[in-house]
C-alpha cells in the first residue's frame, strides 16, 4: 500500500479537514516507529523514512490495514472524538501486535542443533 493509498481510504470512511500534509507527516512518523521495530529484532539501525504520496509504506498486506486505522485514529483525537478515537486504536494496536508477533517468527534465528556429548 501507498501513502496516497492509505490516506485516501482512510479519508472515504472518516471526511475530515485533517491537511494531507498532516497525515503523510503522520504516517511518516509511524513507519519510522515501525522500522525502528524491524531494526531492533534484526540487531541493527533504522533510518527514518522520509516519505512522498506514492512512497511504499512497511507493513505488508494483511496487516496493512492498520495505516487506515491509525490514521482514522490520529484524525479522531485531532476532533476530540475519543470514544472512537479508542476504538481506532484498538484495531490499530490489534493489527500491529498480530504485524509484530508474525515479524518475529520470520526472522527468528534457526535453532542450533543440540549438543550430543
Known amino acids: 500500500m501507498t501513502a496516497q493509498e492509505a490516506i485516501d481510504r482512510a479519508d472515504a470512511l472518516l471526511p475530515n479537514p485533517v491537511e494531507e500534509a498532516e497525515k503523510l507527516r503522520w504516517l511518516e512518523a509511524l513507519d519510522g516507529q515501525l522500522l525502528g521495530e524491524l531494526a531492533a529484532l534484526r540487531g541493527g539501525e533504522a533510518a527514518q523514512p522520509s516519505y512522498a504520496a506514492e512512497s511504499r509504506l512497511t507493513v505488508e498486506p494483511p496487516w496493512d490495514e492498520l495505516y487506515i486505522h491509525y490514521l482514522q485514529a ?31 517468527r520470520a526472522e527468528r534465528p534457526k535453532a542450533a542443533p543440540p549438543v550430543r556429548y
Open 74 to 104: 490520529k484524525i479522531l483525537y485531532v476532533l476530540a472524538e475519543y470514544g472512537r478515537y479508542q476504538n481506532a486504536m484498538g484495531q490499530f494496536n490489534s493489527l500491529y501486535l498480530s504485524w509484530i508477533a508474525a515479524r518475529i
